[in-house]
């Protein structure tokens, strides 16, 4: 073959061969270029700003209300008895009157179980007690009372008892003590003087002192009268020689300190006492039964009459200072 024709030959041949080459090349998908991963994205930090002390939250929209859940219902309790009908409280007595008046004197204590205070000897052996001092000079106040034309009520006249007292028990006074307020109420006495005398476990105590109870509604009446009878009493025992000690005008709080009946069961209206007194009155404790000298000089007849001379004094300047006190 001449080298013109060898020439053309090789070039058909690697005509043939590019053409067959880019066909190749054209069928094969073109390849990526290697590519490096971007970095993950850090998500991004939903910071809530803390509100300011004075920013008030308002919310966007009302919420909508949860539906309420059904009520419980609760077990039908048996129908309470009806409660028993209420007595209303009998009003206090009528205090602006016309004379005459009437005295309610209760000699305090009595009966063999009911003594009250009492003094004692050298020997032991007791030799004056309470119960019978109170009891002579509530009928001597009594006579004089009568006479000065006043009327009077005793709630009691001897030595005795208005109820079954076998023992000196708290419930044993209390039904004692309500019994004669019911006869003071009933006989719709003006005023009531409760008369004692004291005692102490120190026989050095002695004077005179005077209770009231300013807490009821003529509270204003009973201190009144409490006041003017100390006044009178620690005048008629200093007018017959004893210089006895003035211990003041108390309230009947004093008595008994217990929590559940705040005042004396005669004056007071407290929880466990059904039928309170209804007028003013006092409780008068002249002078101490435990103390030596004073249980001497109870002794004697003539310091009893002065003694109820002295409640008389003060029951005359109580009405003298409730005229004056009347409504025109």
Known sequence: MGEMQRLGVFSLLACVLLLAACGSAASQPAASPTATPSPRPSPTLRV?????????????????????????????????????????????????????????????????????????????????????VTLDVALRLNDILLAAGYETVLTRSGDYTLTDFPADTADNRHNEIQARVDVVNAAQADILVSIHFNGSPDPSTGGTEVYCDPDRSFGANSCALGDLVRQTLV????????????????NDSQIGGDPSNPHSWILGENPTFQRPSLMPGIIGEGLFVSNDVEAQLLQDPNALQTIAEGYHAGIDAYFGWLSAQQPQ
């Not at 305090?108 to 119960?131: F, W």
């Not at 005048?235 to 108390?250: H, N």
């Open 235 to 250: 005048s008629a025992i200093r007018g017959f020689g004893y210089d006895t000690l003035d211990r003041g005008l108390k």
């Open 48 to 132: 809530t700003a803390s509100p300011t002390a004075t920013a008030a939250l308002t919310p966007s929209s009302a919420p909508t209300p949860l539906p309420a859940a059904p009520p419980t219902r609760a077990p039908t309790a048996a129908p309470a008895p009806p409660p028993p009908p209420v007595t209303p409280p009998v009003p206090p007595i009528n205090l602006y009157h016309p004379p005459p008046y009437k005295i309610a004197i209760d000699a305090g204590h009595g009966g063999p179980n009911y003594i009250g205070a009492a003094h004692t000897d050298a020997t032991g052996h007791v030799d004056l007690r309470e119960k019978d």
